[in-house]
Structures are given as C-alpha cells and as structure tokens.
C-alpha cells in the first residue's frame, strides 16, 4: 500500500525558515510528480509547489522566491526548503505524489497526512 509520510513542520517566527520532507513508499512503478499543497483554516486547499520527474517545477505567485522544491529520486522524496516566513504562510501542508502503482497502468494521486506549520508574528 502506498504511504506519504511527512515531517518537518513546526512552530517558526515570521522571517524564519522550516524545511519539509516527504518519503513516499509501498509498491511504487514510477512517480510522475511530487509536491506540496496547504490548507489554511477556513480556506480550500491550494497550490504551493509541484516538481515533475523531469525536473519542471510550478510556484504558487505567493511563495515564488521564498519557497524551493527538491526531490531525491532515489528515495522517492520530496522537499520544500520554505525561507523568509510570514503567517500567511501558516496552514496544514499535505504531500502528493501522481503515481503508478507497482502492477499497475495507471496514474493516481496519493496524499500525505499533512503537517501544521505555523509562523507567528
């Protein structure tokens, strides 16, 4: 069974950074893309940042030039490096992967449990 364990999230004053990671696992064929989305209270969940397996990215406008997604194809796993923190940023962020399960010939999408990241002012 596919998991999206994340981790990484906390409490961080505005200005700060945070970094989140996520191991995906579990009868994987191929991933297609890993990223990150965040739900803020009261809010939908929205967009933060997307990485293809052949390396394209796509940025919420709001966290351009803050935000940096990475990936280690080998481990399956995907970061967010978040610098320059504001409390707009604070929500509960979720880890998703498109993939191919192993016997499989279908893409789907997987998610993560999520983790809170809170920025205080």
């Known amino acids: 069974q596919v998991q999206l364990v994340e981790s990484g999230g906390g409490l961080v004053q505005a200005g700060g950074s945070l970094r989140l990671s996520c191991a995906a696992s579990?009868?994987?064929?191929?991933?297609?893309?890993m990223g990150w989305y965040r739900q803020a209270p009261g809010k939908e969940r929205e967009l933060v940042a997307t990485?293809?397996?052949?390396?394209?990215?796509n940025y919420a406008d709001s966290v351009k030039g803050r935000f940096t997604i990475s990936r280690d194809n080998a481990k399956n796993t995907v970061f967010l490096q978040m610098n320059s923190l504001k409390p707009e940023d604070t929500a509960v962020y979720y880890c998703?992967?498109?993939?191919?399960?192993?016997?499989?010939?279908?893409?789907?999408?997987?998610w993560g449990q999520g983790t809170q990241v809170t920025v205080s002012s």
């Open positions: 998703n992967s498109r993939l191919i399960r192993t016997g499989s010939v279908y893409f789907n999408d997987y």
């Open positions: 579990g009868g994987i064929f191929s991933i297609s893309a």
């Open positions: 990485l293809t397996s052949g390396g394209s990215t």
